[in-house]
């Protein structure tokens, strides 16, 4: 809930391979549509939140 307003059909996971490594601050994957295809929030269907960490190699 945010502001008054509930997002019952919100997905939230972790975003690739940094994203499930990183238990402290992980990127995240927002879907709004994630059990209704028809909903957006300001227009979008989906978010990405990153943690600006880099791969090594």
Request: aromatic share 4%; charged share 25%; glycine share 8%.
């Amino acid at each position: 809930m945010s502001n008054g307003v509930s997002f019952p059909s919100v997905g939230i996971r972790k975003k690739g391979k940094i994203g499930l490594l990183d238990d402290e601050c992980p990127a995240l994957k927002i879907e709004f549509h994630h059990t209704d295809p028809e909903v957006r929030v300001a227009g979008i269907t989906q978010l990405t939140l990153n943690n600006n960490k880099r791969m090594s190699r």
